[in-house]
């Protein structure tokens, strides 16, 4: 595992989140979003961002295209534990790597079309495996829509498999808001419990990042940084 971008991610604080300064959960055009990846980046650039990631789901092809010293390499992978549906974002990965390469999309509706990606056979433990033989750290996408009766025995099961965080910082927008199970505030409690790191982003589908903060509560903050 590259500590490098371990230690990185873990000093990322509440505050980096609320203020617009670090969001690690982008979509754009390589998987379901509507933004184009080199525009998104250069806003970011330009609103002073410290470090932003484009989690598109199932593919790093997006990274290859757009190299800028304040992104992060990442995905955010869709699978299975067990009976539950899983978004496992994955950061500070190598690209390249060979054992991360089965997991990837081998077509474009395998990145953008729900119906198409529930369907994913990936195997949870493998996946995170291969997470950290790429150099990168594991971490649970908005863990509270997770259809499970138990998030808390849920994480502890993935903690097992060697899960390095969980999204706290995360606003719940959209349909995530009507498909919520969990409290959302819960949740940081649950990363304080099995010493997870912490991480946090929109999960922004569009083309502008200046609408989009997280706060901790769970909801989006009014920009104050005009773009």
Same mark, same amino acid.
């Given at each position: 595992m590259?500590?490098?971008f ?9 505050? @980096?989140?609320?203020?617009g300064?670090?969001d ?7 998987? @379901? =979003? %509507?933004?184009?990846?080199? $525009?998104?980046a250069?806003?970011? $650039?330009a ?5 932003i ?5 199932n %593919?790093? $092809? ?5 190299r ?21 974002l ?10 991360? +390469? ?11 079309a ?6 994913? +056979?990936?195997d ?8 950290? %033989?790429? =150099? ?7 863990p509270?829509c997770?259809?499970?009766?138990s998030? @808390?025995?849920?994480v502890?099961?993935?903690?097992s498999?060697?899960?390095d965080?969980? $999204?706290?910082?995360? &606003?719940?927008?959209?349909?995530? =808001? ?9 949740v ?9 790191? +912490?991480?946090?982003?929109? @999960?922004?589908? =569009? ?14 903050? &009014? ?5």
């Open positions: 590259d500590s490098e371990k230690e990185l991610i873990s000093s990322f604080t509440k505050e @980096d989140y609320e203020n300064l670090v690690l959960h982008i979509h754009t055009t390589f998987s @379901d =979003g %509507t933004g184009d990846i080199r $525009e998104l250069a806003q970011a $650039e609103m002073g961002y410290k470090y990631a484009f989690c598109d789901h %593919t790093v $092809e997006g990274y290859r295209s757009c800028s010293s304040i992104v992060i390499p990442a995905a955010e992978f869709d699978v299975w534990c067990g009976c539950v549906f899983l978004h496992l994955a950061y500070g990965i190598d690209v390249n790597s060979e054992e991360l +390469k089965p997991f990837f999309a081998k077509t474009k509706r395998e990145t953008e729900d119906w198409v990606r529930i369907f994913a +056979k990936r949870i433990k493998k996946l995170i495996n291969a997470i950290h %033989t790429a =150099g990168g750290i594991a971490v649970l996408a908005h509270a997770c259809w499970t009766l998030l @808390d025995r849920l502890k099961k993935l903690v498999y060697g899960l965080g969980i $999204e706290v910082y995360y &606003p719940y927008r959209r349909h995530r =808001g009507i498909i919520k199970f969990h409290y959302a505030g819960s940081e409690k649950i990363a304080d419990k099995y010493n997870l790191i +912490k991480t946090g982003g929109t @999960d922004l589908h =569009g083309k502008k990042l200046h609408n989009h903060r997280v706060s901790q509560a769970g909801t989006t903050l &009014p920009a104050n940084k005009p773009l």
